[in-house]
C-alpha cells in the first residue's frame, strides 16, 4: 500500500508537467467562440473537469493511503490526519516549486478535503482499501464539477485560469445558464453515485464480517465438539486401560502361586514367563494411562514392537533397516507405547513421501554419534520437506500432525528432534538422546501410575 501511495503521489507531480491536456481544452475552447457552438464548450468544460478529476484522485488517493497505512500500524490513531494535512502541504509544494501547472487549491479542493473526512467517516466500517479508493474517486470527481458552474465563481470556486477562461466565454457567449445547469446535474449525479457505491460497500463489508463471525463460531463449535468426544474418548479408554488391571492381577498372583509352590520345574518355568509377561503387559497398561511412565527396554526391544506395528502393511517391504549389532542392546529410557507410535508415524510419513516412485526406499535404522548419544533415523528417496524443513510442513495434502506428534514426544522424553535432507536427496528425521546405563539389565519401569 506504501508503494502504490508514493507511485500515485509521483504520478500526479508529473502530470502537472504535461500539457497536452491543457491544449485540448483551449482547441475546444477557440472552436466554441469561432463557431458560436455551445457544444464545444461543454466538451471543453469536460475535459478540463477529467484532468483536474484524474490529478486530484492521484493526489488525493495517494494521501488517502498513507494516512490508512498509518493507522494500520499499530492502531495509530492520528494516521487519519495525515490526508488532511498533506493534500494542502502538496499545492504549497507545487507553488513554492514554481510547478509548470500550479493547481488551485479553491473551493473544489477545500470540498475534496472534506470528501476525505466523509469517506472516513461513511467507509469505517469497510476494510478494503481499494473499495474506499473507489469510493474517493467519485467524491472528487463529483466535486470537480462545481468549478465550472459560473454562479460559484463568486464562492471561490472555478478561479484557475482556464476554469475562469471557459466561463467567461460561456458569459460572452450567454451560454452560462447552460454551463450552471449541466455542471450542476452532473455534480448531483456523481455525488449521489458515490453515495450509493459507498452504501453498497459498506453493506457488502458488513455482510462478509457477519459470514466471517459466523464460520469463526461454527469452527469454534466444531473444535468444542470434537474436544468433547476426545474427551469421551479418552475417559473410555482410561477405564478400559484400568479395567485390563483386574484379571491381569489375577494372572499375576496365581502366576506367582504356581511358582513358588509347584515342584514341577517345567511348570515352574511357563510360570515365570507367564509372570514376566504379565508385568509387562502392566507397564503397558500403565503407559497408556500416564504419558509420562517411562521404562528401560534396549533400541533392539523399541524397534521390534514398532516393526510389529507396520509389517502387516503392503509398503514395509520397502523398509530396510539399518542397525549395528554393538547397538542393538543399549539401553534407552522411554514409554514403549507413545515413542514407537512416534516412530511409526515417521514411517508412515515416508512412505507417502515415496508413494509414486519407481523404486521406493525407507531407511529405519540406529547410530551413535561423537559424543556417544543414541540416534535413531528414518529417511526416505521422496521428495524432501522444501521450504517447509523449518516448520515441519507436509508436501502431501496432510495436515502435518504426525510431525508435530513425534515433536511432543521426543520433547516430553528429553530427546533432540531434527530435521534434514538425506543422502539420496529426501527427508531425513533423526532422534537423538544419552544412552541409559541399565545395571541390571532387565525391563524395569522407572515410573507410572496404578
Request: overall charge neutral.
Amino acid at each position: 500500500m506504501v508503494l502504490w501511495a508514493s507511485g500515485l503521489l509521483f504520478a500526479w507531480v508529473l502530470s502537472h508537467f504535461v500539457d497536452w491536456p491543457i491544449r485540448a481544452v483551449l482547441s475546444t475552447l477557440d472552436r466554441s467562440v469561432r463557431l458560436l457552438d455551445s457544444g464545444f464548450l461543454l466538451v471543453s468544460a469536460t475535459v478540463l473537469v477529467g484532468t483536474n478529476a484524474v490529478r486530484a484522485f492521484m493526489l488525493y488517493t495517494g494521501w488517502f493511503l498513507l494516512g490508512q497505512c498509518f493507522r494500520d500500524l499499530d492502531n495509530f490513531g492520528p494516521g487519519r490526519w495525515i490526508p488532511l494535512l498533506g493534500i494542502p502541504g502538496s499545492y504549497v509544494a507545487a507553488w513554492a516549486f514554481r510547478m509548470p501547472s500550479v493547481p488551485h487549491f479553491g473551493g473544489p479542493a477545500v470540498m475534496a478535503l472534506i470528501s476525505v473526512a466523509m469517506v472516513q467517516y461513511l467507509s469505517r466500517d469497510v476494510v478494503r482499501p481499494g473499495n474506499r479508493t473507489i469510493v474517493l474517486g467519485a467524491l472528487v470527481l463529483s466535486m470537480q464539477w462545481l468549478d465550472v458552474i459560473p454562479k460559484l465563481t463568486d464562492y471561490g470556486f472555478g478561479w484557475g485560469e482556464l476554469s475562469l477562461a471557459i466561463k467567461e466565454v460561456a458569459t460572452l457567449m450567454d451560454r452560462d445558464v447552460v454551463l450552471d445547469v449541466v455542471g450542476t446535474m452532473s455534480f448531483v449525479f456523481s455525488f449521489a453515485m458515490a453515495l450509493v457505491i459507498t452504501e453498497l460497500f459498506v453493506g457488502y463489508e458488513k455482510r462478509l464480517a457477519q459470514l466471517r463471525l459466523l464460520r469463526k463460531r461454527e469452527r469454534e463449535l466444531s473444535r468444542l465438539r470434537q474436544d468433547q468426544t476426545e474427551s469421551r474418548v479418552y475417559r473410555e479408554m482410561q477405564y478400559l486401560v484400568h479395567d485390563l488391571k483386574r484379571p491381569l492381577t489375577a494372572v499375576m498372583g496365581l502366576s506367582d502361586v504356581i511358582s513358588q509352590t509347584s515342584t514341577d520345574p517345567t511348570a515352574v518355568r511357563h510360570s515365570d514367563r507367564i509372570q514376566g509377561a504379565a508385568s509387562r503387559m502392566n507397564q503397558m497398561i500403565s503407559e497408556i494411562k500416564d504419558p509420562t511412565a517411562v521404562q528401560v527396554v534396549s533400541v533392539s526391544d523399541l524397534l521390534d514392537y514398532s516393526l510389529s506395528q507396520i509389517r502387516p502393511l503392503e509398503w514395509s517391504s520397502a523398509l530396510r533397516l539399518e542397525i549395528p549389532e554393538e547397538l542393538r542392546n543399549r539401553s534407552i529410557r522411554v514409554n514403549l507405547i507413545r515413542f514407537s507410535r512416534a516412530v511409526v508415524n515417521l514411517l508412515d510419513n515416508s512412505h507417502r513421501a515415496t508413494v509414486g516412485r519407481s523404486d521406493p526406499r525407507i531407511f529405519l535404522g540406529v547410530s551413535e554419534s561423537r559424543d556417544g548419544n543414541i540416534v535413531l533415523f528414518v529417511r526416505d528417496n521422496g521428495p524432501g520437506f522444501g521450504d517447509d524443513i523449518d516448520k515441519g510442513g507436509s508436501r502431501w495434502g496432510s495436515s502435518g500432525l504426525g510431525l508435530a506428534f513425534v515433536k511432543d514426544v521426543t520433547d516430553s522424553h528429553g530427546w533432540k528432534f531434527e530435521l534434514g535432507s538425506g543422502p539420496d536427496g529426501g527427508a531425513s528425521v533423526e532422534l537423538s538422546a544419552p544412552p541409559f546405563e541399565d545395571r541390571s539389565g532387565k525391563y524395569e519401569p522407572l515410573s507410572g501410575r496404578g
